[in-house]
């Protein structure tokens, strides 16, 4: 069965600082692999999309960037936080790329920027 | 443009009651898929039942299952027998090609809160 793990858990970052978040997907070899982006209260936006290894799709940056390092592993990265960067952070994956897969996601990383 | 819209922000039901929420969609897309998805009180996303554009058949799984209404664009979550536990958020969403690549997207939610 494929499990996917996000990292942090959570994170209170300070604004113009650094950030990185993960997840890995095990289980499964070349997973889809997707960031979404939760605001408080809010709907889910995808943010990011990557089929293979090294290439990674934006759809909206939200002075963003992602890249896929590994197989098994996505990331998502900004060198100067923003206090709009706050929210929760969704990792998810589907088996194919196919308009009709399924999306699965990770338990998310909340992310407060002060 | 592609837009998934969910009009109930919350809905309040009795346990072991049956609930429906819905769902209307726009699409020019011949082919697409719709998803609903359960997001607890930990954050989690939870897939729950999809339907298929195609597919006449209404979806079902578990106590959920969906009324799929093609001509009027809409895609209602029935869950029967409701417990506890699924008091949650709750999110539509519809999966189709957006020219520079497959795209979920999300509506805004409705909150469910069933009480004993």
């Known amino acids: 069965a494929q499990t996917i793990h996000q990292w942090p858990v959570a994170e209170i970052k300070a604004v113009g600082s650094p950030l990185s978040l993960g997840c890995t997907i095990k289980g499964k070899s070349s997973p889809n692999l997707y960031w979404y982006w939760q605001a408080t209260g809010g709907t889910l936006q995808q943010l990011f999309y990557s089929i293979t290894v090294g290439q990674v799709e934006s759809v909206v940056q939200l002075n963003l960037s992602a890249s896929r390092p590994k197989d098994d592993q996505f990331i998502l990265s900004t060198e100067k936080l923003l206090l709009s960067h706050s929210g929760f952070y969704l990792c998810?994956?589907?088996?194919?790329?196919?308009?009709?897969?399924?999306?699965?996601f990770g338990s998310g990383t909340r992310l407060t920027v002060l | 443009a592609q837009k998934v819209t969910q009009t109930q922000t919350s809905i309040s039901v009795m346990e072991k009651t049956t609930v429906t929420m819905d769902c209307v969609y726009e699409?020019?897309?011949?082919?697409?898929?719709l998803f609903w998805y359960k997001q607890t009180a930990s954050g989690e996303i939870v897939f729950l039942i999809r339907?298929?554009?195609?597919?006449?058949e209404n979806a079902t799984v578990g106590h959920y299952s969906l009324n799929f209404q093609k001509p009027k664009s809409s895609i209602g979550l029935i869950i029967t027998a409701t417990q506890i536990e699924d008091s949650a958020v709750y999110f539509c969403?519809?999966?189709?090609?957006?020219?520079?690549?497959?795209?979920?997207?999300f509506g805004t939610g409705t909150l469910l809160s069933v009480k004993p």
């Open positions: 998810a994956w589907s088996l194919n790329w196919g308009v009709a897969e399924t999306l699965y």
């Open positions: 699409t020019q897309d011949s082919s697409y898929f």
């Open positions: 339907q298929d554009s195609y597919k006449k």
């Open positions: 969403a519809m999966r189709y090609y957006g020219g520079s690549g497959n795209k979920l997207i």
